[in-house]
């Protein structure tokens, strides 16, 4: 399958900004996304950006896309201690079947 | 408008032992998705269904097989449980044939004993 890579952890303090990165390595990436998982629960999409898009925004949200060299980034502005959960990037070609990063673990420190 | 709800929401299995889980999608919603998160190997994609058809399959062993009804739920199995099953087992449903909006249910915590 798809390598999709991000790192494991990530700590902020409450009102600063995060950013969490993912590399990925399908070159025929059609559609990147970004899930939420809190404890005990599923998966929540955050958004998702076409790969012909450079950036998308969506409230505290942006996410930066650079295809040239496969780097996709969410950044959570003045971030909450409600925002701590795991962040996983996602990315399939298709439409039709997703990889997964490995996840970020965020933090929020009060 | 309910969301994905699977069913059960936690499992405790023997090994050798089979299990069924079932997942009803959002209504109206006709694709159903299957995958398995574990510590070790994170989401992997298991399979995925529409209109009673799967369409995709990821890298798993026989002993997953799994099923859409014509009402669009759907049920995983799993035979001979070995330890390495213990997963949070995840469904997501979207609307169309394309996969662009998955919504998640919140999974089935199977643990192999």
């Known amino acids: 399958g798809e390598d999709v890579e991000q790192s494991l952890f990530l700590s902020v303090r409450e009102g600063d900004s995060s950013v969490i990165n993912c590399t990925y390595t399908?070159?025929?990436?059609?559609?990147l996304y970004w899930y939420k998982q809190e404890p005990g629960a599923g998966l929540q999409l955050l958004t998702y950006?076409?790969?012909?898009?450079d950036m998308k925004q969506d409230q505290r949200l942006t996410v930066l896309l650079n295809k040239k060299d496969k780097h996709l980034s969410l950044r959570i502005a003045d971030t909450q201690t409600g925002d701590s959960a795991i962040y996983f990037c996602?990315?399939?070609?298709?439409?039709?079947?997703?990889?997964f990063g490995t996840g970020t673990s965020l933090t929020v420190i009060p | 408008k309910a969301g994905v709800t699977q069913t059960p929401r936690y499992l405790i299995k023997t090994r050798g032992q089979q299990v069924t889980l079932s997942c009803s999608p959002i209504?109206?919603?006709?694709?159903v998705s299957w995958y398995q998160q574990t510590p070790g190997q994170g989401l992997q994609f298991l399979f995925e269904?529409?209109?009673?058809?799967?369409?995709n399959k990821g890298n798993f062993p026989g002993r997953f097989s799994g099923r859409q009804f014509s009402n669009s739920r759907s049920e995983m199995n799993v035979s001979t449980l070995e330890l390495g099953d213990s997963a949070l087992y995840l469904c997501?449903?979207?609307?169309?044939?394309?996969?662009?909006?998955?919504?998640f249910g919140p999974g089935t915590r199977l643990t192999v004993l």
């Open positions: 997501a449903s979207s609307l169309g044939p394309s996969l662009l909006e998955q919504f």
């Open positions: 209504s109206g919603h006709r694709s």
């Open positions: 950006i076409f790969s012909n898009m």
């Open positions: 996602a990315e399939s070609s298709s439409g039709n079947q997703f990889y």
């Open positions: 399908d070159s025929s990436s059609t559609y």
């Open positions: 269904y529409f209109s009673e058809t799967q369409r």
